[in-house]
């Protein structure tokens, strides 16, 4: 059993944010496993109005309004635990950063849940919550990203770069008996280096199929923005809901940023939670992605809107089932948030093993 810490940019609200998920789901499963988890949040008011789920039961989770706060309401958890994790996204980022390294007497670990976009802000020069200093003096830098990003960790002077993806919750996100509504789907924030790719691969075939429905889930699209007759829009979805709105589909779209899509291995919860419900997914490529499902067995690939179309129309009712069960059977054995809180378990273990720390390395053995 352990005392973990996480500084992190929400818990409580999935409000325009895939933290959340992550979250939820890596906490719930440490506190399964014996872990006392305490979550630090920065009480903001686009997620104090938009929380759906203001008091998780996994962890103690604990609001602050300012830096000074934090350091006031956290100092003694943070001095006392046995490792603390501060995630990416965090409002100043950089101080909360500085601080904890100060504050811990166990390891601190750096969680980049959008590592290509962090990494694209260093290379700018842009130090909204990490700057090359930290990336060395973090005891571990937990990374969405895996593949060659690593390497380019490393020569950043991470001492200890892993790769932590994201993951599903299976007790949230499982095949559920609703009527399938729509051809296609979608779930997703609008992001404008997203938004060509949606475009070509599902507003455009729902043009070239007018009789078939289509659906685009999530919150911050332009309001002028012209969706066909046939295509839904819905503003947002809670995480709640997100089982039912897959498995309401005939097939789901996955599309990469574009950061993430030239990083490669940075496969999206998108990508698990829509396998974990048993639905056939078609994706755009990016490297790496072969490494997560078997191309053509277990995920499908399509690049335009006519590939998509030809997939819509030519991929069999046999096809389509064999393909959804054996993704989902790749993300029951691989990718859960279990799994995940598996890995960070033995991650600090390692930290624990070979830091000079005054905490015993016992306390994450399990």
Not at 263 to 275: C, D, I, K, N, T
Request: glycine share 6%; aromatic share 8%.
């Amino acid at each position: 059993m352990a005392d973990l810490v996480f500084i992190g940019l929400s818990i409580t609200s999935s409000w325009g944010n895939g933290h959340a998920t992550t979250y939820r789901g890596l906490v719930k499963n440490l506190a399964r496993r014996g872990h006392r988890v305490t979550f630090f949040e920065r009480d903001v008011p686009w997620y104090a109005e938009n929380r759906d789920l203001p008091n998780p039961p996994y962890c103690r989770t604990v609001l602050y309004r300012s830096l000074a706060e934090l350091e006031q309401l956290g100092r003694a958890a943070i001095s006392a635990a046995d490792a603390v994790i501060v995630g990416s996204y965090v409002p100043e980022g950089v101080a909360v950063g500085e601080w904890a390294i100060a504050t811990a007497s166990g390891p601190v670990a750096f969680y980049d849940i959008d590592t290509p976009v962090t990494l694209a802000k260093l290379d700018r020069g842009d130090g909204e919550y990490l700057t090359p200093d930290l990336v060395r003096r973090y005891d571990l830098y937990l990374s969405f990203t895996g593949g060659p990003t690593l390497e380019r960790l490393r020569e950043l002077g991470s001492p200890r770069p892993a790769a932590l993806y994201c993951a599903v919750d299976p007790d949230v996100h499982m095949p559920l008996p609703v009527p399938r509504r729509w051809r296609l789907g979608y779930l997703g924030t609008y992001s404008p280096d997203r938004q060509p790719a949606l475009e070509a691969l599902l507003v455009e075939p729902a043009r070239l199929m007018p009789r078939d429905a289509f659906v685009v889930a999530g919150p911050q699209y332009p309001r002028d923005l012209a969706w066909p007759a046939n295509v839904q829009h819905i503003p947002h979805l809670a995480p709640t809901e997100h089982a039912r709105f897959y498995c309401g589909q005939d097939f789901t779209l996955n599309i990469t940023r574009a950061d993430m899509r030239a990083a490669g291995y940075s496969p999206s919860v998108r990508l698990f939670e829509a396998a974990a419900c048993g639905v056939p997914i078609v994706s755009d490529w990016w490297q790496g992605l072969d490494t997560i499902f078997a191309i053509g067995s277990e995920i499908l690939v399509a690049g335009s809107a006519e590939e998509m179309a030809e997939i819509l129309a030519r991929t069999s009712d046999d096809e389509r089932r064999q393909i959804a069960r054996a993704a989902r059977t790749r993300v029951l054995n691989e990718h859960t948030a279990c799994h995940r809180a598996r890995e960070l378990e033995a991650l600090i273990r390692t930290a624990l093993e070979t830091e000079s720390r005054s905490r015993r390395p016992a306390a994450m053995a399990r």
